[in-house]
């Protein structure tokens, strides 16, 4: 089993920047993708970035040259710096994990952290 466990949402206004943490723990040796997805209210889970255990990125066209998706170099937290926030970027985002080598965009993922709400201002 994998846990993961988000910080850093809050409130920013349009323009700022913001980062995110995923903590990690229990069977990390298993996890080959990770990734952050978002959820606003009334719409579907969408994918934002994921990584892959040999360090290559997929990015919502809607968050290219603005997000960036990386981990520690013990592979037990994921950040997503966030840059040149939008309003349409307010929502629920979630960290998750799989064990399968297909790191897609797709909100398939097996394991899934609670979310943490980030808001933008105009």
């Known amino acids: 089993q994998v846990q993961l466990a988000e910080s850093g949402g809050g409130s920013v206004q349009a323009g700022g920047s913001m980062r995110l943490a995923c903590t990690i723990s229990?069977?990390?040796?298993?996890?080959?993708?990770v990734g952050w997805f978002r959820q606003a209210p009334g719409k579907e889970r969408e994918g934002v970035a994921v990584?892959?255990?040999?360090?290559?990125?997929k990015y919502a066209d809607s968050v290219k040259g603005r997000f960036t998706i990386s981990k520690d170099n013990a592979k037990t937290t994921v950040y997503l710096q966030m840059s040149n926030l939008k309003p349409e970027d307010t929502s629920m985002y979630y960290c998750?994990?799989?064990?399968?080598?297909?790191?897609?965009?797709?909100?398939?993922?097996?394991?899934w952290g609670q979310g943490t709400q980030v808001t933008v201002s105009s």
């Open positions: 998750a994990a799989d064990p399968g080598g297909n790191c897609v965009l797709s909100p398939w993922y097996t394991y």
């Open positions: 990584l892959d255990n040999y360090g290559i990125t």
């Open positions: 229990g069977a990390i040796f298993t996890v080959d993708c």
